[in-house]
């Protein structure tokens, strides 16, 4: 069975930063995760609502169910979470990285797996 696995590279099993708020966003309020929200593997505190105009400007990659989220600062504080039920208007710094499986390659909860693994977070490799 473990001959049957292979290596590929991230981006031809997920979408990097797939989304972002663009001016075809139509919610005029938002649920932002900003980077102190996070803990490793879970939201420490609840989505802060706020209204778009007042977000900060780094508050722009959208969140969809199955996504990844990695924090890009400090990668080895290991701030990530799933997003296993979001709402639709959950939007996240742009400290983040949004991992969006390709789900015809990957189930989503096996990649966040290899992502939350530690030889990923310091290798950046998922034995």
């Not at 989505?47 to 400007?57: F, H, R």
Request: net charge negative.
């Amino acid at each position: 069975m473990a001959g049957e696995w292979q290596t590929v590279r991230l981006g031809e099993v997920a979408e990097i930063n797939p989304e972002a708020i663009d001016n075809n966003w139509h919610y005029s309020y938002i649920r932002y995760i900003d980077i102190s929200s996070v803990g490793e593997g879970s939201i420490v505190e609840p989505p802060q609502w706020m209204g778009l105009l007042d977000a900060p400007s780094r508050a722009r990659r959208i969140v969809r169910e199955g996504d990844m989220i990695l924090s890009t600062v400090r990668p080895n504080r290991r701030s990530m979470f799933f997003a296993s039920q979001p709402e639709p208007d959950w939007v996240v710094s742009t400290g983040f990285l949004v991992l969006r499986p390709r789900q015809e390659k990957i189930v989503p909860r096996y990649l966040y797996a290899c992502v939350f693994d530690k030889s990923f977070t310091e290798n950046g490799d998922c034995s």
